[in-house]
């Protein structure tokens, strides 16, 4: 088996309460990967369709994060020398979105790398080359989108160092609702926009929402889950970047949605809800709010994936 297809799914990052720590995968839109196996060393890209991503292979996402993966791999068995990898990217998802572009690309070089060369990474380790592609793309080795995207579902990282990740029960009937304004941010100029220091007052509401936000989870228990669905630190400075942000998330609630707020680093916003039905109808919100703006923008409705990155086809 040298040549295969892997799905590489988008996640939303933060969840309102939870910056760069908290995470979930969607079922769509996910990128599709295919990645061969060669005798002659090195990495090439030989395609990207969807998008325009650097030419310079070493700003290029699933270059950085599979050259990681090598490395290792090399180091580990260093007989193995003659081994390269081309990839072809198709990119549904778009760079700069806020629901983890880069982290697809990064999740599926891995994953699919992985599998070629035999299974020789866990999941743990795939994470952190794929955090080597993070790095070039925002500036920041954050794991809060390649960690739902490795593992799936909603998964929490405790600790950078050392890294420290679970994955977290999420109920069945959770839906994503996502609206994609066809707006380009950079998640390095929303990041630097942020301040490095928070009040007391702010870290406390935070992590009692964080807490609440899993208690939540795990007890299926929606009203918690709504209750905790709060940014007192992120999202006050980052709304400012996304058209109609206050507009999407009070016409969203009242219509039954249980809360939400930037995806990632926007300028995708994210709702979510108990059940399809809802979260169709808050889709639907979504659509309206911004129908009238100037905006061309996407939307998806979309369970949680549980599953994560996943081996497609064999090519
Ligand atoms: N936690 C990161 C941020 C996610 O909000 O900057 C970026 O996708």
Redo the contacts with the bound molecule.
């Keep these: 088996m040298n040549r295969i297809k892997i799905l590489s799914p988008a996640t939303v ?2 969840l309102a309460c939870g ?2 720590v908290i ?1 979930l995968a969607l079922d769509i839109p996910v990128d599709e990967i295919l990645l061969y196996k060669s005798n002659s060393p090195g990495i090439r890209i030989n395609r990207i369709d969807g998008t325009t991503l650097p030419k310079d292979q070493k700003k290029n996402v699933a270059f950085v994060s599979l050259q990681a993966l090598l490395k290792k791999y090399q180091q580990r068995f260093y007989k193995e020398k003659k081994i390269g990898f081309e990839i072809e990217l198709i990119k549904n998802i778009h760079p700069g979105s ?1 629901i ?1 572009s ?2 697809a690309s990064a999740a599926g070089v891995v994953y699919g790398a992985n599998i070629l060369l035999g299974n020789p990474f866990n999941r743990m380790q795939l994470i952190r080359f794929a955090m080597e592609g993070e790095r070039i793309a ?1 500036g ?1 080795a ?1 794991a ?2 390649v960690a739902p995207a490795i593992m799936g579902g909603v998964t929490l990282v405790r600790s950078y160092q050392p890294l420290d990740i679970t994955k977290l029960h999420s109920p069945n009937e959770l839906w994503v609702s996502i609206i994609h304004p066809q707006i380009e941010i950079k ?1 390095s100029d ?2 630097e926009i942020l301040k490095q220091k928070i009040l007391m007052t702010d870290a406390i509401r935070q992590w009692g929402n964080i807490g609440a936000l899993v208690a939540g989870l795990y007890q299926e228990n929606y009203e918690l889950i709504s209750r905790s669905l709060e940014d007192f630190i ?1 999202e006050p400075i980052r709304a400012m970047l996304i058209p109609a942000f206050y507009e999407l998330k009070i016409r969203c609630k009242e219509i039954g949605a249980l809360g939400g707020g ?1 995806s ?2 926007g300028p995708s916003v994210f709702m979510l809800s108990k059940g399809n039905d809802i979260a169709k109808k808050v889709t639907e919100v979504m659509n309206l709010v911004y129908s009238p703006l100037k905006v061309d923008y996407k939307t998806y409705t979309s369970p949680i994936n549980q599953k994560g990155v996943k081996f497609s086809e064999i090519l």
């Design positions: 990052a933060n910056f760069d995470g806020g983890g880069s982290a925002s920041s954050h809060d989108n998640t929303a990041r992120v930037i990632g680093s």
